[in-house]
Structure formats: structure tokens, C-alpha cells
């Protein structure tokens, strides 16, 4: 299995998840989840987000994005770290 | 205001220009605003939207209101997202078969399980890369190609041009042959870890 390029916790059903500015562009792939995700930024950042047949969109502060189970989405890569909260249904 | 094309690592090919103001998609807008060229697309490759863009590049180009690099050029007078009808179900032309596809195309090799059309990197040698492919008589086959002693170079337009002429790339059609996957080794450079997109 391939390294992934993000580092993560678990606390009470959420994934705190860590992208570091030092991942490479190409390792961020375009993929899809198994299940429904709702994931949250908590703070300010210009990483995008970008959901399949869609053109990207800045991960806004403290917004919600919802991701459906089976929709391909991937992030692209901004300036300094990016954090996110994730929560699986 | 984000600038895409500043926040992706790789080398890039310029972008396309329109020569007389026309209507276009919001997509493709995003693209010219952006100088991204069409080989940099940016959606997933073979998704709805990158066969849509693709096809609308080539009616301005055919209708003589877009200009292209060299790899788009080359990108939009193939067959790429063009439809045809296999088997009796619609299907892309041009576009091979990856991801959830290329599950269903695995195949044996020498009595074990591979994945056709899909090149990988051989660090043991005695090439660059191989890849399996089905030949004529349906059986599978493996292509190896690269000379493991030289970099891709593909960022380099100057040898990107070089090569693709040397190699007379336009005429390489053939899956079977190392010829066609090195000209066309950008299209798996995501996976490979090739840095440009263009094709060679």
C-alpha cells in the first residue's frame, strides 16, 4: 500500500487530519470514500477542494463540505499545512 | 485571488489563447484565466467534465478561434472523448482504461494476476518501465520501454519536440510496441512520478 500523504488522530468518532505543506502535488489523488463525510476546516488556509465535474473551490474557514460515498473529490494543495476535522456516517 | 497555476508544483506548458472574444464555459474560462493548458486539465482524467472541455477546445480549434500548444494541439486531433459504440454500449475512444476499469481487465500473465495497460516502473531493469498488454492473438504481453540511464524530459518543450519528432510519435499507434507507451507516457505521469504532462 502507498504512503498516504496526510498524518491523522482519532477522537470521539472524528479524524483530525493533517496535511503537511510539504506534500508533493501529485501525491494529492483523486479518490473516493466508502462512506458519507462530512469534513471541517478550522481555520484560514488557500488549499482547494475539488469535487469530480466540478472546478475547484477554496476551503473556506469553519464551512462545511459534504462528500458523498462513491464521489471522487480530491484537494489541492495551498500554502502551509492544512488541518481538517472528518466525521464518517 | 488563488492562482491554480501557482499552487501546482509542476512545470507547465503555456495555456491556450482565444483569438476573438467568444462564449465560452465556465470551465474553460477557468482554464484561460488560469494560462493552464488543456494536457493540465483540471478534471479527473476521463470524468464527464475533462471529456466535456476537451471537446469543446476542439470545435474553437477546428473553427480556427483557439490557440494551442503543441500538446493540446496534438491532444485534440486525436480521437480523444470522442464516442463509439463497442460491444453495444458507448465508450470513449482514446482514453485507456484505468481505475475501476482496469480491475475488470486484469488478466494472467505467465499464471499470475496483472493489470493491462497500466505502465509501472521497473527498477531492476533492464528498461525504464513495462506494462501488460493484450496483442493481437488476445494473448498478454509485456511491453518494457525506457532507457533506465536517461531522465523524462518531457518538461523540456525543446526535447519534448525533439523526441516526439525523432520518434515520429504521431505515427505510433500500436499498444504492443515500446514505441507508442513512451510517447505517451504522460498520460500515467501521476502515477509514475513524472513531473511534466506533456507528451513528450
Redesign the interface.
Do not use: A, H
Given at each position: 500500500m502507498s504512503k498516504r500523504p496526510f498524518k491523522q488522530t482519532k477522537e470521539d468518532n472524528i479524524i483530525i487530519r493533517k496535511f503537511s505543506n510539504k506534500v508533493k502535488g501529485h501525491e494529492l489523488k483523486w479518490h473516493y470514500d466508502l462512506k458519507h463525510r462530512i469534513v471541517i476546516c478550522e481555520h484560514e488556509t488557500n488549499w482547494l477542494f475539488q469535487m469530480d465535474n466540478e472546478l475547484p473551490k477554496k476551503i473556506e474557514k469553519n464551512s462545511i463540505i459534504e462528500i458523498p460515498p462513491y464521489v471522487y473529490h480530491r484537494v489541492i494543495k495551498g500554502d502551509g499545512d492544512l488541518i481538517v476535522s472528518i466525521k464518517e456516517s | 485571488m488563488?492562482k491554480?497555476a501557482d499552487?501546482?508544483?509542476?512545470n507547465k506548458p503555456c495555456g491556450m489563447y482565444l483569438f476573438e472574444n467568444v462564449l465560452v464555459s465556465?470551465?474553460l474560462k477557468?482554464h484561460l484565466d488560469r494560462n493552464t493548458a488543456l494536457c493540465e486539465n483540471?478534471?479527473?482524467?476521463y470524468?464527464?467534465?475533462y471529456f466535456e472541455l476537451i471537446e469543446e477546445v476542439r470545435k474553437l480549434y477546428y473553427g480556427n478561434k483557439i490557440e494551442l500548444n503543441d500538446c493540446d494541439a496534438e491532444l485534440v486531433e486525436s480521437d480523444l472523448g470522442k464516442k463509439g459504440i463497442h460491444d453495444g454500449r458507448e465508450v470513449y475512444l482514446d482514453a485507456p482504461i484505468e481505475e475501476e476499469e482496469d480491475l475488470l481487465m486484469e488478466s494472467k500473465h505467465r499464471g499470475r494476476e496483472v493489470r493491462l495497460n497500466r505502465p509501472f516502473r521497473t527498477p531492476g531493469g533492464p528498461k525504464k518501465f513495462s506494462v501488460y498488454v493484450k496483442n493481437k492473438t488476445g494473448n498478454v504481453i509485456k511491453v518494457s520501454f525506457g532507457d533506465p540511464n536517461l531522465r523524462v524530459r518531457s518538461n523540456n518543450p525543446k526535447a519534448a519536440k525533439s523526441f516526439r519528432a525523432r520518434h515520429k510519435c504521431h505515427t505510433k499507434k500500436d499498444k504492443t510496441t515500446a514505441g507508442y507507451w513512451s510517447c505517451n507516457i504522460s498520460r500515467y505521469?501521476?502515477k509514475l512520478?513524472i513531473k511534466s504532462s506533456s507528451p513528450w
Open positions: - | 488563488i491554480l499552487l501546482i508544483e509542476d465556465e470551465n477557468f483540471i478534471f479527473r482524467t470524468s464527464e467534465s505521469r501521476k512520478g
